[in-house]
C-alpha cells in the first residue's frame, strides 16, 4: 500500500460501502468532502471534520490545520472549536511537541476558534509524530446543488502548498539551480492557504465551493464531479498556475496538476460573472476553467487534444518524501 491518502477504489470498497450499510453518509461526506453535516435534537446543525496527518516536514501541522477549516468553510460553516491528538515518537524532545501545540494555539486563534483539547501519546513503533485534528463548527449556509451549464471557477493557484513545502524542504538543492529570491516568493503563499476571505466574499451568492486539498486540482475536479453524479468540460490551459510551480515541479519531475493544491477553491455557480466581479473586489482572482454537463464524463481538454480525466492519483508530495 502507498503513503498518503488511499485509493479511490479502495475508498469505496472499504470505507463508503461499509459505511453505508450500516447508518448512511451525512451530508458533505456523502459529496466526497473530508467533513459531515450534522443535526441536533433542536434543528441546529453542526459540521464536523477530522483529518489525520504525518509533520516530518516544516509546516505540516498548518497545512493539515488549514484542510479542516477550509473544509469546514466551503461546505458552509464557521469553526468554533478544534481538539487534537498526537502520537509521538518516544526519543522526540519535549520541545518540539510545545512547539506544536504553540503553533496549533496560534492557529485557532487567527481561526477566531477554541482549542479545546490536546490528547499526546508516545508509541515505540513511529517514526514521525501522527497528528489527528477533530474540527466543530456551525453551518452557517445551507448546501446548494449545481445543475449542468453552471460554470467552475477556480480561486487561487495550482499546487500552491505542495511548492510551498517543495521549496522549504528543498531549498539547499533548488538554490544550486534558482535564485533565493525566486523560491522565497513562495514563502508567502503559507498565508494564502486558508480560504476564509475567499469564502466570506462569497457570502449571499448561490454557488458550491470545493476546496482543493491532497491529490491537487484533478482530484479535487474528481472528486466534485462524482460526488455531485455530474460530469464536467474545462481547458487545462485556463487552471491558473505561478511560474514558481511549473519550474519547481519540472526540477523534481513531478505533476503540479497532482499536487498538493490547499489555497485553491473550485467554485460553481450559474453567475459566474458577478462571483469573479466580487472576488476581485477582494483582490482576488476567478478563472473560468468550463462547465458542469449533464453526462458523467469528465473532459479536460488541451488545445486540440482531448482527454478523460482518470480517477485521483496519489499526491505528488509523497514522491518527493521518498527523495528527502
Not at 470498497?13 to 461499509?18: D, N, Y
Not at 493539515?64 to 478544534?82: H, M, S, T, Y
Not at 477553491?265 to 483582490?283: F, I, N, P, S
Request: with cysteine.
Amino acid at each position: 500500500m502507498n503513503t498518503g491518502r488511499i485509493s479511490y477504489n479502495m475508498t469505496q470498497r472499504s470505507v463508503r460501502k461499509p459505511m453505508k450499510s450500516g447508518s448512511g453518509l451525512l451530508p458533505g461526506f456523502v459529496r466526497y468532502r473530508d467533513c459531515a453535516v450534522v443535526s441536533g435534537k433542536n434543528g441546529d446543525q453542526m459540521v464536523t471534520a477530522v483529518l489525520t496527518g504525518t509533520i516530518g516536514m516544516a509546516q505540516e501541522v498548518r497545512l493539515l490545520f488549514c484542510r479542516g477549516e477550509n473544509q469546514i468553510l466551503c461546505q458552509g460553516g464557521r469553526v468554533q472549536a478544534i481538539s487534537a491528538a498526537i502520537v509521538i515518537p518516544t526519543d522526540w524532545e519535549e520541545s518540539r511537541l510545545a512547539d506544536v501545540t504553540a503553533e496549533l494555539s496560534g492557529l485557532c486563534r487567527k481561526a477566531g476558534a477554541d482549542f479545546a483539547q490536546m490528547h499526546v501519546t508516545a508509541a515505540e513503533q513511529i517514526a514521525v509524530p501522527v497528528l489527528t485534528l477533530s474540527f466543530l463548527g456551525e453551518l452557517c449556509k445551507e448546501e446548494c446543488l449545481p445543475e449542468p451549464g453552471a460554470a467552475i471557477l477556480a480561486v487561487g493557484h495550482a499546487g500552491m502548498a505542495g511548492v510551498a513545502i517543495l521549496a522549504q524542504n528543498g531549498r539547499e538543492a533548488l538554490k544550486k539551480r534558482y535564485a533565493g529570491a525566486f523560491l522565497e516568493k513562495t514563502d508567502a503563499w503559507w498565508n494564502e492557504l486558508s480560504l476564509r476571505q475567499a469564502t466570506e466574499a462569497l457570502d449571499g451568492f448561490s454557488c458550491y465551493r470545493y476546496p482543493v486539498q491532497e491529490g491537487g486540482v484533478l482530484a479535487a475536479l474528481w472528486y466534485l464531479a462524482d460526488g455531485l453524479g455530474k460530469g464536467f468540460d474545462i481547458s487545462m490551459k485556463q487552471i491558473p498556475i505561478r511560474q514558481q510551480t511549473v519550474e519547481i515541479c519540472e526540477f523534481y519531475r513531478i505533476n503540479p496538476y497532482q499536487l498538493a493544491g490547499d489555497g485553491m477553491m473550485l467554485v460553481v455557480t450559474e453567475k459566474a460573472e458577478e462571483c469573479a466581479a466580487r472576488l476581485q473586489e477582494k483582490g482576488m482572482e476567478a478563472v473560468l476553467l468550463g462547465f458542469i454537463t449533464a453526462d458523467k464524463a469528465k473532459i479536460l481538454r488541451n488545445e486540440e487534444e482531448v482527454r478523460y480525466l482518470d480517477k485521483p492519483a496519489r499526491d505528488e508530495l509523497e514522491t518527493f518524501r521518498q527523495k528527502i
